[in-house]
């Protein structure tokens, strides 16, 4: 019997895959609620910046999403899959899928920045010395750290090379999707244009999907597609920069038209401000 060929789905816009999605999520510690029934989507391929005030639940979030924090409720899929159903060695599979840069890098300070790297590959793959080495200081000339910087300690690092080599680590195993925990944070506005840029350029090469927390506006104008806001324990708006300008919200409002965000719209016009990717 003939095979039948059945035409690819088409890929609008909302057809995009999803790589993380997010429903009916809730988080406690005690009796303080911090997620509430959060709703979220991440599509494949874009760069979701996810922002909102101090001590709101975006680490937590992201935490959760991981499997590093327990949850009261609700569902929570990367790459299709619900990682608590999985067993140990599916979950391992699929966490080689994705890379994880924590605030402030986390780094272990013992060892060298060519050790942190290669953590993320003796824990996944069985690889000799040699092979681990070669990968370890491809990864670090791919965030823009020179050979020598392989060898350093963390202590011996500027704030902005911590960062690249926090990137460097999450990016060991390839990943197709990298979550930034506050990436520009602790930088001078010149190495956080910098390393917008990176982030912009990597993930546009190695096609990645960017889950990126953040309190900067600067890097909202400047690499993220589509930008999401947690309030009172829920997403209260997802879309682009647009989106959230004509947002009613009192947070997003404060946020987005306060004085500082004036600056940073104005500074992401060209000439003022290098903005690596067009917004889309
Ligand atoms: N393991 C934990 N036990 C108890 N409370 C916690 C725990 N982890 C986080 N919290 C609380 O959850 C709340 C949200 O913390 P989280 O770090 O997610 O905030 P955030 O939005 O990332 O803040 P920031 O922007 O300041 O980093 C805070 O009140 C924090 O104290």
Redesign the pocket.
Known sequence: MAEIVLPAPLQTETSTPLVIKVRDLSVS?GD?I?LDGLDLDVRKGEVMGFV?G???????LTRTILGLTPKQRGLIEVFGADLDTLDLATRKRLERRFGVMFQMGALFSGLTVKQNVQLPLREHLRLTGRLADELAMLKIELVGLEPDAADKYPSELSGGMIKRAALARALALDPELVFLDEPTSGLDPIGAAEFDELIATLQKTLGLTVFM?T?DLDSLYAVCDRVAALADGKVIATGPISTMLASEHPWLRNYFHGKRARQADAASRPQVRAAPLPLR
């Open positions: 510690f303080k911090i909102g101090s001590g709101m639940g975006k680490s937590v927390v309190h």
